[in-house]
């Protein structure tokens, strides 16, 4: 329901067959706008507050109009379903093409076992360095072993922390000695 109303608030289509001209616009007193808005203020409950009180017709109207939305479960499905496929033809064409921001390469070194030390190292994926071959070159680098552990995550063994500190922005140039921060000991 939410949808055509937005539609139609967009695209001005002319007078409405079965529409009482001029109209009249009902003006919420909490959030000024006009209440079939209210929804999407902040302070709905403030507004629900000021409908019961002054414009109880109103309110029910608009009560009403909500618990239909709730108890027809299907129906809500299908608005969101059409939802995700509106915005995968408009606004997801935008989101997929962004790029993702390089957030940083962080590094940790963590003891595992009695006295093995491993690095840990976060961020190369929103470099977009492939981190199968990050990790495999990590491994000739050090001659160690080193394993893509998470998502965005390699842990090599060994304590390499200060030299990746040169040879990450020597490998690749997009990151910047800057760029990599030292996050100490994880426990
Ligand atoms: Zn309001």
Do not use: H
């Amino acid at each position: 329901m939410a949808e055509v109303d937005a539609k139609n608030f967009l695209e001005y289509c002319g007078p409405q067959p079965g529409v009482k001209y001029p109209i009249q616009v009902l003006y919420c007193g909490e959030c000024g706008l006009p209440v079939e808005y209210c929804e999407n203020y902040p302070n709905y409950e403030k507004c629900k507050a000021w409908l019961e009180k002054n414009v109880p017709d109103e309110f029910e109207k608009l009560k009403v109009d909500k618990e239909e939305d709730v108890s027809g479960g299907d129906s809500k499905e299908e608005g969101e379903e059409k939802k995700k496929r509106q915005t995968r033809g408009g606004k997801a064409i935008m989101k997929t093409k962004k790029k993702i921001e390089p957030q940083g390469v962080k590094l940790w070194t963590q003891t595992r076992g009695k006295k093995k030390k491993v690095t840990i190292v976060v961020g190369l994926a929103s470099y977009e360095i492939d981190l199968k071959e990050a990790s495999k070159f990590f491994a000739g680098k050090f001659s160690c072993g080193s394993s893509i552990s998470a998502e965005d995550e390699i842990v090599i063994q060994g304590d390499v922390k200060d030299d990746l500190f040169d040879i990450l922005p020597e490998k690749w140039k997009i990151i910047d000695e800057d760029d990599i921060e030292d996050c100490g000991e994880k426990k």
